[in-house]
């Protein structure tokens, strides 16, 4: 049964990705880019979109990804501290009706999540994080299709 989720790499493209090399430096910048005026409009601007507040939750659970697949260490629960920020300013957003905003302590996690996920980017190969991202991706969807762990969280 095909899956209802589209996934932005393919299986051939790991299979193609470079098994030793890291992705290309400009793919990584334009990546970071992205993330980093996410994160901006998340501070800054008045209204930020949740759509930005998702692309932070997608940098925080590739790096927990890479966790599971024994890629990273953290040893002092960084994306764990991550995870409880998101969940904490997505409850907010949604119980008091207010912008998506992380408070100053977790906005220092997050951009302290943002700058491993930049570190890793340069020494870990193509092929490691395009299926790092195929797996971020499938437990994502699993946890959107209700197939969740009991410490997983979702925000609709």
Same mark, same amino acid.
């Given at each position: ?8 790499? #393919? ?52 790096? %927990? $990804?890479?966790?599971?697949?024994? %890629? @990273?260490? !953290? ?37 302290? @999540?943002? %700058? ?8 870990? #190969? ?9 797996? $971020?991706?499938?437990? @994502? ?9 009991? !410490? ?5």
């Amino acid at each position: 049964m095909k899956s209802k989720f589209k996934y932005t790499y #393919s299986h051939m493209d790991v299979l193609l990705a470079d098994p030793k090399n890291p992705l290309s430096h400009s793919k990584r910048e334009a990546q970071l880019e992205l993330i980093h005026a996410c994160l901006r409009s998340i501070e800054q601007n008045p209204n930020p979109t949740l759509a930005q507040w998702e692309i932070i939750s997608d940098i925080v659970n590739f790096m %927990e $990804t890479l966790l599971e697949m024994g %890629e @990273v260490q !953290d040893p002092d629960d960084l994306i764990g501290d991550a995870v409880a920020a998101l969940a904490k300013a997505g409850n907010r957003h949604l119980t008091q009706q207010v912008p998506i905003r992380f408070d100053g302590k977790d906005l220092t996690t997050i951009r302290g @999540v943002i %700058e491993d996920y930049a570190m890793v980017g340069e020494h870990l #190969s193509a092929r490691t994080m395009i299926t790092a991202h195929r797996l $971020t991706e499938k437990r @994502v969807n699993d946890i959107l299709a209700g197939k969740c762990k009991p !410490d997983n969280m979702a925000f609709v």
